[in-house]
């Protein structure tokens, strides 16, 4: 069981601007990427030159809070060297930890810098006892960022079971395809999610008005119909419409968001050391917002009082939430 007060609140930043936001609503930890196809998040707009991230870093530390570098994309083939530096970057810069994916990568981090904290990124989808103890034995990694597939109680189980620190994601957008190994958005767009850091990504988003409706498309498929005035989802690929038999519908995932503050205590009694919110390529304002109330929310735990939930329900995905697997309710 972890320590209500030791709980760490792990936030994301796909800008400067939104990195200083996340530092002083309250973040403990702060995720980002350098603006290349090395981390999951590849967004134009989006991400760190080099010269943002040293500086993002000394900020963070003179404000008490870490920062994690994710490099957890796949390297292409005859490209290892653009992995490789952002790793040797990350190390110089004095982060507090890269998050990767790639075994190759792994061991060059944990030969090259074998004082580098190293985390395993949701991207390898660990998602068992002994799949992280293979990182935790070969790599000396020292947290692993279980995949959103695991319920409160298979947590336990896990945590029971290992000897290094997890992360659980706690609010935000949800992914079941594998953590980022989404076949289908790379067949629609030409974009790996795993390789190209890509999800759906806006260059091949349109929305058109026919017959009444608004369609969404993505890479020229028709993922989406809805009444024209209604509200429509971001179109990924798993939140699509789809027909499956006499069923047509949303057959992988409701487009809804995660919202698991009510089992923050679960969560703690389960072992989890770091509680995680998605949402790199969000706004300063969202930021602000989701970092206060979980920062909110695990002052309350620790002081004994109930935690708050649901005050961001505006902020969600159709104004809608989810819990996702951790109570094993979702399709």
């Not at 939104?18 to 998040?41: K, L, M, P």
């Not at 070969?138 to 995949?147: A, D, K, S």
Request: hydrophobic letters at 45%.
């Amino acid at each position: 069981m972890t320590s209500p007060g030791s709980l760490e609140l792990v936030c994301p930043a796909g800008t400067p601007a939104a990195f200083r936001t996340a530092v002083e609503a309250g973040a403990h930890a702060v995720y980002c990427g350098f603006n290349d196809e090395t981390n999951a998040r590849n967004f134009p707009g989006l991400n760190f030159s080099r010269a943002e991230m040293a500086d993002s870093i000394g900020f963070a530390h003179r404000h008490g809070a870490k920062v994690l570098i994710a490099v957890n994309t796949f390297p292409r083939a005859g490209a290892f060297e653009l992995w490789t530096r952002a790793v040797d970057d990350a190390a110089g810069m004095q982060a507090d930890a890269v998050i990767l994916a790639d075994l190759g990568l792994l061991d060059y981090a944990a030969t090259t810098h074998p004082a580098l904290r190293l985390h395993v990124s949701v991207q390898a989808a660990a998602a068992n006892a002994d799949a992280i103890a293979f990182y935790a034995r070969n790599f000396g990694v020292r947290r692993v960022v279980l995949p959103r597939v695991l319920s409160v109680q298979e947590i336990a189980a896990i945590n029971r079971d290992i000897d290094i620190e997890t992360e659980v994601f706690i609010f935000g957008g949800l992914c079941v395809m594998a953590e980022g190994r989404c076949s289908l958005s790379s067949y629609a767009t030409g974009k790996s999610p795993n390789m190209n850091g890509a999800c759906s990504p806006a260059s091949h988003v349109e929305y058109r008005e026919e017959g009444g409706d608004l369609v969404s498309r993505i890479g020229g498929f028709a993922i989406h119909r809805v009444k024209a005035g209604q509200a429509a989802p971001y179109p990924t690929l798993c939140k699509g419409s789809f027909e499956a038999g006499d069923y047509r519908g949303h057959v992988f995932e409701d487009p809804v968001s995660l919202d698991a503050a009510s089992l923050i205590p679960q969560l703690a009694a389960a072992g989890v050391t770091a509680l995680k919110i998605e949402g790199r390529q969000r706004s300063r304002a969202y930021t602000q917002s989701v970092v206060r109330s979980f920062r909110r929310a695990l002052d309350a735990l620790a002081a004994g009082r109930p935690v708050p939930a649901g005050e961001l329900r505006a902020l969600t995905e159709g104004q809608r939430t989810t819990s996702g697997a951790y109570n094993k309710t979702w399709r």
